[in-house]
């Protein structure tokens, strides 16, 4: 089944021209079924870039998918086009003041890490969100910054500044093959990683929380949250293949200082094309967040955030 997005969205034409099926309005309306809701809460300046990653994986699985794209309410973007955040972002508060339900939200990450949370400008309705989805969301998945926020602000655990910048294509442990979110998962994999910022295995299992997939070398990567259906993934398994040379050039470009991203150009060569190892990894996770949500999510919308069912004891949308 496609994901259904507005036929003018920039995603629309990328994705289709990669093979993912999609959908807009008038044939996604012409099927008697309910579309899972699955909102993106973009708080990345290449808005377009990030939309085209979470859109491709998500899109890829076998249920109809509807994509709302949602925005912090007072901060403005200065890298994509105003009259883009115009057509196809609703602010958060309008969203908020509707009472809409969602199945999913994603929450990216975002370039200010090196701020306490606390200092970043839309903080006070970043919280709002977070609070907002224990009624109003039934799963959502918090991605490197935005999983750090979520972590912090629900059970204290502290970010931590790193000596370096934690960039590469970093080897990764599966400690919870039996997850249903680890659904096909290798016992080990490569994972895309790049961040200033740490979050310590021994302070998020301290809260009860257990980690998914952890690293030696960068701690951990995927911690799932019961407690508030959630999960975070203090990485970036979304990635595109070129997305960490785009960091890198940017950066060499600029005169910072910034190390070869590791184990990503073939012999850790710059000249070379990059490989992509975490591609199958990439669609496995999103595909099987999907999935647990079509399982337990109500398909009376007005139910989510009140209950949780199962597909044993439901009919599906």
């Known amino acids: 089944m496609p994901i259904k997005l507005p036929s003018d969205l920039p995603a629309y034409d990328v994705l289709t021209n990669e093979g993912v099926m999609v959908m807009d309005e008038d044939s996604a309306g012409r099927q008697d079924i309910r579309p899972l809701r699955i909102a993106l809460l973009n708080l990345m300046p290449k808005k377009i870039q990030t939309e085209n990653q979470f859109a491709r994986l998500i899109g890829a699985t076998p ?46 990450g975002a370039p200010i890490e090196h701020l306490p949370f606390t200092e970043v400008t839309y903080w006070d309705e970043l919280t709002r969100v977070f609070d907002w989805t224990q009624t109003h969301v039934h799963s959502t998945f918090g991605v490197c910054w935005g999983g750090m926020a979520m972590i912090n602000y629900f059970h204290g655990v502290p970010k931590h500044i790193l000596e370096a910048k934690a960039f590469g294509c970093v080897r990764h442990q599966n400690l919870a093959p039996a997850s249903p979110y680890l659904r096909g998962f290798s016992d080990d994999m490569v994972m895309p990683v790049s961040r200033w910022t740490e979050m310590r295995r021994d302070e998020v299992e301290a809260t009860g929380l257990r980690v998914l997939i952890d690293s030696s070398d960068t701690g951990p990567a995927l911690v799932e949250d019961p407690g508030h259906r959630a999960l975070y993934i203090f990485n970036h398994l979304e990635y595109d293949s070129g997305t960490l040379k785009e960091e890198y050039d940017r950066d060499v470009a600029g005169g910072k200082p910034i190390n070869v991203p590791a184990n990503y150009y073939p012999d850790d060569d710059p000249d070379q094309m990059p490989l992509n190892r975490w591609r199958s990894h990439a669609h496995l996770l999103y595909g099987n967040w999907i999935n647990e949500i079509y399982q337990t999510t109500a398909f009376d919308l007005a139910r989510i955030g009140v209950e949780s069912t199962d597909w044993r004891t439901r009919k599906g949308p």
Do not use: C, W
């Open 63 to 108: 249920l109809q998918i509807e994509l709302s794209l949602i925005r912090m309410s007072e901060h403005q973007t200065r890298n994509t086009a105003a009259d883009h955040m115009e057509n196809f972002y609703r602010p958060f508060a309008e969203v908020e003041a509707t009472g809409e339900k969602f199945d999913g939200l994603i929450i990216t």
